[in-house]
């Protein structure tokens, strides 16, 4: 037997039994390919997938699973740890309750249950030694726009694990975060605040928005009144896109742009959402009103 | 020190801030934004611009994303002009292109030649990739005489197969995997064009050079 036999454990992993309506392996995205048309990518939101990964005894930045409000169903084909963060929803080991936010022990076999959010939109789960998927370009994230790193998963999967680096950590008792029943963004004018007239920027520091059932990882949309560019100012050409950045397209209705947005784009940016307010925004569903706090230069 | 309205200076870099983080350098042609690239690049790989995570260059800007220090950086640029790229400066790739595309004859007809003319016009210029976008490794060139630029297609393809060479606007882009598109199909290349394990992952990055030449 050669030494790398003797060193190699066999591959552990976990067999997708549902995989939810939408769930993708995420870790914290691609970075400084940008130039070449390369989109972020990365979880949502960034401190929930940190907790899942430290309850687990993962370092953060380890690629975990982000699901999209009707949770996922996963067999351990090995013993691993699992966590549950982000959306509330409710957790279920062979069928039985567990816990949600704290780092759950699954024998091999066992069926690991995750349900639809409580509230919320994007729950996230963590297993022990990460997903052990390839990376593509410095990531193991999915991303949507451009369809790179990992398809969103499907029944009948099996997902690869790494090696495990760290011991659970419980912190105990774990907080439920309360339900955005209404979401504040600050809002960091330009850089083309001024293609906007008086009455759109009125109506922007005014209105009160909702969040459309459009929106998905590359932008939160939202309804509400249309903001009205000055005439006479042509098109924009292509610029650079940063997160977070507020795009308004020729409808007039905001676009917040998440982690899969493009990272060029041809409507022009009124401001700024700082990224720490993406993560709440992300978990925000249809419907929730959201208005912003304007931050003039 | 945002204004979309005020007009940079002729040749003079107008700084706009994108958010608390982030610096969007303006000029006006897209010449000045190959030169501006160049400096940018060499700045930040010098390590004198401090932490920057992305430089994303487009049509008339370079996006400096992820900047630890914006003050500095922005009084760096505010109204520097930059210098103007010296004639072949860049990497070469020769780009064999089999000019068969659907709209050869739409195009030839815009510009009032014959197809067989349109491609001689499109191998005789020399190409920059001035960025990428709307897909990784999707690359805008610039090159082609202002005179030759034609309108995106009415009704885009569902389906633009990959390696098709096409046109819009100004640009020549080059797509690096099926997608649909609205851009006027001049033919196709067999060029791996996109290759996320390869340094750049894209064959046409922003600063390349490029030449098309007909297959025989």
């Known amino acids: 037997m050669s030494p790398a036999a003797r060193t190699v454990p066999p591959q552990r992993t976990v067999a997708v039994v549902r995989p939810g309506p939408l769930t993708t392996v995420q870790d914290t995205g691609r970075s400084g390919v940008a130039a070449l048309g390369v989109p972020r990518a990365g979880a ?52 039985r309750p567990a816990a949600w936010g704290a780092p759950v022990l699954v024998p091999a076999g066992a069926l690991l249950e995750v349900g639809a959010t409580t509230y919320g939109v994007r729950s996230y789960v963590a297993l022990s030694g990460g997903l052990a998927v390839p990376p593509v370009l410095g990531s193991r994230s999915a991303d949507l726009l451009s369809g790179l790193g990992p398809p969103p998963l499907a029944a009948g999967q099996l997902l690869p694990l790494g090696p495990v680096t760290g011991s659970p950590v419980r912190i105990d008792p774990l907080p439920l975060p309360a339900p955005p029943t209404e979401l504040l963004l600050r809002l960091d004018l330009g850089p083309r605040d001024d293609w906007f007239t008086g009455a759109a920027h009125r109506l922007l520091a005014s209105s009160t928005f909702t969040v459309s059932p459009a929106s998905n990882r590359i932008g939160l ?67 929730t009103p959201v208005g912003f706090a304007v931050a003039r230069r | 020190m945002s204004g979309a309205s005020a007009l940079p200076r002729a040749g003079a870099v107008t700084v706009h801030r994108v958010g608390r983080a982030a610096l969007l350098l303006e000029v006006g042609s897209d010449a000045e934004v190959a030169a501006l690239l160049r400096e940018v690049t060499e700045q930040w790989e010098a390590g004198e611009l401090g932490e920057v995570a992305e430089v994303v260059p487009a049509a008339r800007t370079v996006l400096l994303d992820g900047v630890a220090a914006p003050e500095a950086v922005a009084h760096r640029f ?139």
């Not at chain 1, 699901?67 to 509330?88: D, E, N, Q, S």
């Open chain 1, 44 to 95: 949502l939101d960034p401190p929930a997938h940190r907790l899942a990964n430290r309850l687990v005894g993962n370092p953060p930045g380890t690629a975990a699973l982000e699901c999209t409000l009707g949770g996922v169903a996963l067999r351990a084909l090995a013993p691993l740890v699992a966590a549950v963060t982000g959306a509330p929803c409710p957790v279920r080991l062979d069928g």
């Open chain 2, 78 to 216: 505010a109204g520097h002009r930059p210098t103007a790229l010296p004639p072949g400066a860049g990497p070469l790739v020769e780009v064999e292109t089999v000019y068969d595309g659907a709209d050869l004859a739409e195009v030839a007809g815009y510009w009032g030649v014959s197809p067989a003319e349109a491609v001689r016009i499109h191998t005789g210029c020399e190409y920059r990739v001035a960025f990428c976008g709307f897909a990784p490794g999707f690359a805008y060139l610039t090159g082609l005489p202002e005179r030759y630029a034609v309108p995106r297609r009415a009704t885009p393809r569902t389906r633009v197969p990959a390696g098709s060479v096409a046109l819009a606007g100004p640009y020549t882009g080059v797509y690096p995997g099926a997608s649909p598109g609205g851009w006027q199909l001049l033919g196709r290349t067999g060029l791996p064009l996109w290759d996320p394990a390869a340094e750049p992952a894209a064959l046409l990055a922003p600063g390349v050079r490029v030449r098309f030449r007909a297959a025989a």
């Open chain 1, 221 to 287: 949309r939202l309804l509400g009144p249309a903001l009205e560019r000055r005439p006479g100012l042509g098109e924009l050409p292509s610029e650079g896109m940063v997160l977070g950045a507020v795009q308004i397209p020729p409808d007039g209705l905001p676009v917040v742009f998440l982690a899969d947005h493009p990272t060029t784009g041809g409507y022009p940016v009124v401001g700024v959402v700082p990224a720490a307010d993406l993560a709440t925004a992300a978990q925000a569903t249809p419907g």
